[in-house]
């Protein structure tokens, strides 16, 4: 069965910190993964896609790893800010299946 | 430039009563899908569309029914609602170029909170 995991489910950091957030895929038929942002009460916002043949992808502070191997995905946040707390998803798309497998996230809190 | 617009927002249903969960996207995504999202469950693929005329069982189908006429819009209905579907819907498309899920960012809905009393 192809599975995401994301532990842990919640976790808090002082402001400044760099966050860690791992995303575990069992199969390593994995042709992307994606990671999201939803804040509370809204929708999830794509923040990096990340190709099965590339092994990471950046964006401003924001930085995802990607290794099948190890069927690991890591995001990388520096410097973490108040405005950086919601909930983080990860999300593969497999080959030959039509449809992304969520974790169930990340409820992230950054204290000021 | 709208993205993925879902109506209505909240709603609240009697048991029995059916409804018609609206999605539209102007981006001519192929790929259009719908979720739900319970506490502790996190996000279940309710039905997909690869494109227009298209569609297909998710992992929690039961009690829901899609089509897509075109490919703009990717309506969900409520045949007859049960509580066990108060939950938060979420519409989402992509552009697969044909590809079935394709290989590129899904954009989302901001999400229908449905409520069956």
């Known amino acids: 069965k192809q599975e995401v995991t994301q532990i842990p489910a919640a976790l808090s950091v002082p402001e400044g910190e760099n966050l860690v957030l791992n995303c575990s895929f069992t199969d390593s038929a994995i042709y992307n993964l994606q990671w999201f942002r939803q804040d509370p009460g809204k929708g999830l916002t794509s923040l990096l896609l990340i190709q099965s043949s590339q092994r990471e992808q950046t964006s401003g502070r924001l930085n995802a790893s990607l290794d099948k191997s190890s069927g690991r995905s890591t995001l990388y946040i520096a410097a973490s800010q108040p405005g950086d707390s919601a909930t983080y998803l990860c999300a593969a798309a497999y080959y030959g299946n039509n449809r992304l497998a969520f974790g169930k996230g990340n409820q992230v809190v950054v204290i000021p | 430039n709208a993205g993925v617009t879902q109506t209505p927002k909240f709603q609240v249903l009697k048991t029995g009563q059916s409804m018609t969960l609206q999605c539209a996207q102007d981006?001519?995504?192929?790929?259009m899908s719908w979720y739900r999202q319970d506490p502790g469950m996190g996000l279940r693929l309710i039905h997909y569309?690869?494109?227009?005329?298209?569609?297909d069982q998710g992992e929690v189908p039961n009690g829901y029914n899609v089509s897509r006429s075109t490919t703009e819009d990717f309506p969900l209905r409520l045949l007859s609602a049960a509580p066990s579907q108060t939950s938060v819907y979420f519409c989402?498309?992509?552009?697969?170029?044909?590809?079935?899920?394709?290989?590129?960012?899904?954009?989302f809905g901001q999400g229908t909170r449905l409520t069956v009393v």
């Open positions: 989402a498309s992509s552009y697969s170029g044909g590809l079935g899920l394709g290989n590129t960012e899904a954009f």
């Open positions: 981006m001519n995504h192929e790929y």
């Open positions: 569309s690869v494109g227009a005329g298209i569609t």
